[in-house]
């Protein structure tokens, strides 16, 4: 498996445009996360999805933040408008999920945004 | 959801032994306690893992005492390499935070 998949691994991009970031899930996982890592707040979860239904989107940082899982080999991160504090590393990562928990979470190599 | 505290960074040189420790004081009776890897420019990347005593891999052992409030990650005889930050997570709670980066020296 070429394991997690995000696009693009650079964007840059000035304050007010729409930003879309993507990401392939490992097979076979049925869970799948967004994180935002800065120096100042490390690493946080946004939102997370089981069996593509969200389940917790309580660290999305405001309306401007949205996600989908339109399917279980697809997902998408969109900002809009963007703005220079959403400047950061964007993770996306999967897990097999089972009643007793998440199992280990595979990331992928993450996203840089810069907005200017 | 239980919160996991460790030291913000620690210093060693290659060769030692490092333990980070890890509280978690309201861990749930169901939770897996977790511990994460991250290098520069890299996701992290998961080491171990575990309920209770001692768990060991060709990595790292992790120690979980009776009571489970706590954990030790134990990395024996670390290398430049094993630079990085670490976490420690439960496993029910989703919370990375900002780990412990462990800096090893010649």
């Known amino acids: 498996d070429a394991g997690v998949i995000q696009s693009p691994r650079h964007e840059v991009t000035e304050m007010g445009q729409e930003v879309t970031l993507r990401c392939k899930p490992i097979?076979?996982?049925?869970?799948l996360f967004w994180y935002r890592q800065t120096m100042m707040r490390g690493l946080e979860l946004l939102i997370y999805?089981?069996?593509?239904?969200?389940?917790?989107d309580s660290g999305m940082p405001e309306d401007r933040f949205s996600a989908k899982m339109p399917n279980a080999s697809f997902s998408t991160l969109k900002i809009q408008p963007s703005e220079p504090r959403d400047s950061a590393v964007y993770f996306c990562?999967?897990?097999?999920?089972?009643?007793?928990?998440?199992?280990?979470?595979?990331f992928g190599p993450g996203t840089r945004l810069t907005v200017t | 959801l239980a919160k996991t505290t460790q030291p913000i960074s620690m210093d060693s040189y290659e060769g030692q032994e490092v333990n980070i420790t890890c509280s978690h004081n309201?861990?749930?009776?169901?939770?897996?306690i977790t511990w994460y890897q991250q290098f520069p420019s890299q996701g992290p990347r998961f080491i171990i893992q575990?309920?209770?005593t001692k768990v060991t891999n060709e990595v790292a052992s992790l120690f979980i005492p009776a009571d489970r409030k706590s954990s030790t990650l134990s990395l024996p005889r670390v290398s430049l390499s094993d630079t990085a930050v670490y976490y420690c997570?439960?496993?029910?709670?989703?919370?990375f935070g900002k780990g412990t980066t462990l800096s090893v020296s010649s």
């Open positions: 990562a999967s897990s097999f999920t089972s009643a007793g928990g998440s199992y280990e979470q595979y």
């Open positions: 097979s076979g996982h049925n869970s």
């Open positions: 999805f089981n069996n593509n239904v969200p389940i917790d």
């Open positions: 309201n861990i749930a009776t169901n939770d897996y």
């Open positions: 575990g309920y209770k």
């Open positions: 997570l439960v496993r029910t709670a989703l919370i």
